[in-house]
């Protein structure tokens, strides 16, 4: 199965500031996606990361507040901008392999605004 | 358009059965299953796809209507670690993207 490492585990961090996290799979995958998921909630979609070129953003989500990456097959970040205490939640990365087979998850990030 | 799941939690002594319901305002083409423990990553349980019903563990099975839109997990004889949110998340857009439901919270006491 899928060895996905997302980096960091927890944060906390400063109103205003930014935070990038990391999600590295051990091989290459067809689709990447980022979610936000806040306590006791269901899952929510960010963002389709796409290899090379701009992500695909859901309704409510922007570039300007949710910057993504993805340089190759295995790597893709997700920058969390100018955060207030609103974007306090849990993010999580997940991946395909073939599109429409299982997604796999990263254990995800517990962020946290002051 | 988010699919509803129903019931919203549900408490059960260890050898019961369970049954999670999900349904949605769109038509659907296919539906995944995942279970969530409490404080870990979701994990993948099974797909159905249309007009086929998937068993995709030992005591967890599915079924799924495409004509009624809904999609249900059955949980026999019940096992402690069956314990988690359930979620159902079936593809509702672009490149397979899945739109997660409610979410079913099972609790399995000794």
């Known amino acids: 199965s899928a060895v996905i490492s997302q980096k960091p585990s927890r944060d906390i961090c400063q109103r205003g500031t930014s935070l990038t996290i990391q999600c590295q799979v051990d091989?290459?995958?067809?689709?990447m996606f980022w979610y936000r998921q806040q306590p006791g909630q269901s899952l929510t979609l960010i963002a389709t990361?796409?290899?090379?070129?701009?992500?695909?953003?859901e309704s409510g989500f922007v570039i300007d507040k949710f910057p993504i990456s993805r340089p190759n097959l295995t790597f893709s970040t997700l920058t969390v901008s100018n955060m207030s205490p609103e974007d306090s939640s849990i993010y999580l990365c997940?991946?395909?392999?073939?599109?429409?087979?299982?997604?796999?998850f990263g254990d995800g990030t517990r962020l946290s605004i002051l | 358009q988010q699919p509803v799941q129903s019931p919203q939690a549900v408490i059960l002594r260890e050898g019961e059965d369970a049954v999670i319901n999900c349904s949605s305002s769109k038509a659907l083409y296919s539906v995944h299953w995942y279970r969530q423990k409490h404080g870990e990553a979701p994990v993948f349980l099974m797909i159905?796809?249309?007009?086929?019903e998937q068993k995709g563990h030992d005591k967890i099975s599915a079924s799924f209507n495409e004509k009624k839109q809904q999609s249900s997990l059955y949980l026999t004889a019940s096992q402690l670690s069956y314990s988690g949110t359930y979620f159902c998340g079936p593809p509702m857009g672009g490149n397979e993207k899945l739109t997660f439901g409610t979410g079913t919270r099972l609790t399995i006491i000794p």
């Open positions: 997940s991946v395909e392999y073939i599109i429409g087979q299982p997604q796999h």
């Open positions: 159905l796809l249309k007009g086929g």
């Open positions: 990361a796409n290899q090379g070129s701009e992500a695909t953003y």
């Open positions: 091989s290459q995958v067809t689709m």
